[in-house]
């Protein structure tokens, strides 16, 4: 976060050539500010801001959080998601006190969030953009700061899992409904792949999510 302040300023040169204080964050009036899809967090103990000369305030505080967002798994395992970070503050009406910008492109936070994400997870991550706005409430009007964070699923793991043994269920099933096997092996062989399909059904529904409002195909064929 960045601000400015007109009322903490002096000359470097009546202080020693001091131009630059970093101070608890308290000292100061800061900006109280929120994310919206927050569900919980783990704040750092790092509440110290930079102040300059000239009245420019900087702080930096890492913190860990978990959002809410709402999946669309109807393409699983070759989805994408799009899942929105909206900063905001409810406290100081836009018009008058507390309007938020963005510094930075959106081609420089996209090299950033490439370099510091974990690329050997789940998901590749694959675009970042921001929309800044106005959020019209009952008690005034407030300045919204939205990242959409662009995600792609990485599909090898449920490939190999769940669709290649699915697969091999069907082709050993049409194998055995078409073949010159007696009626008592194919029935065996079809109460084998009965179980078969059973257990791949149950192990999709414990590792899908449950807010999606559309099943995925492979579990609605």
């Known amino acids: 976060q960045e601000w400015e302040n007109s009322f903490v300023t002096w000359d470097p040169r009546d202080f020693c050539n001091i131009s630059q204080l970093v101070l608890p964050m308290d000292t100061y009036w800061s900006p109280h500010i929120l994310i ?9 103990n790092f509440d110290y801001v930079t102040v300059t000369h000239n009245g420019s305030f900087v702080s930096t505080q890492p913190f860990q959080v978990t959002l809410t967002c709402s999946l669309m798994i109807l393409k699983f395992p070759f ?3 799009m899942c929105n970070v909206s900063i905001a503050s409810f406290l100081h ?4 006190e507390f309007i938020m910008k963005t510094r930075r492109t959106e081609a420089a936070m996209m090299r950033d969030s490439q370099r510091y994400f974990l690329t050997d997870g789940e998901w590749k991550f694959t675009n970042l953009s921001f929309i800044e706005y106005i959020e019209h409430l009952d008690n005034g009007d407030f300045s919204v700061v939205t990242y959409v964070v ?3 699923r990485r599909p090898t793991l449920y490939i190999l899992n769940l669709i290649l043994p699915t697969c091999a269920l069907y082709l050993l099933d049409m194998a055995v409904l078409f073949g010159p ?3 008592e092996e194919k029935i065996s062989f079809q ?3 009965i179980l078969g399909s059973s257990m791949l059904a ?3 529904n414990n590792i899908l999510p449950t807010s999606s409002n559309k099943p995925p195909m492979i ?3």
């Open 181 to 183: 096997s007696s009626l």
């Open 191 to 193: 109460i084998a792949i």
């Open 93 to 96: 009406p836009a018009v008058t």
């Open 219 to 221: 579990g609605t064929r």
């Open 36 to 44: 919206v899809e927050r569900v919980n967090s783990q704040n750092s």
């Open 150 to 152: 662009s995600m792609e």
């Open 79 to 81: 989805d994408t998601q």
């Open 202 to 204: 149950v192990i999709l």
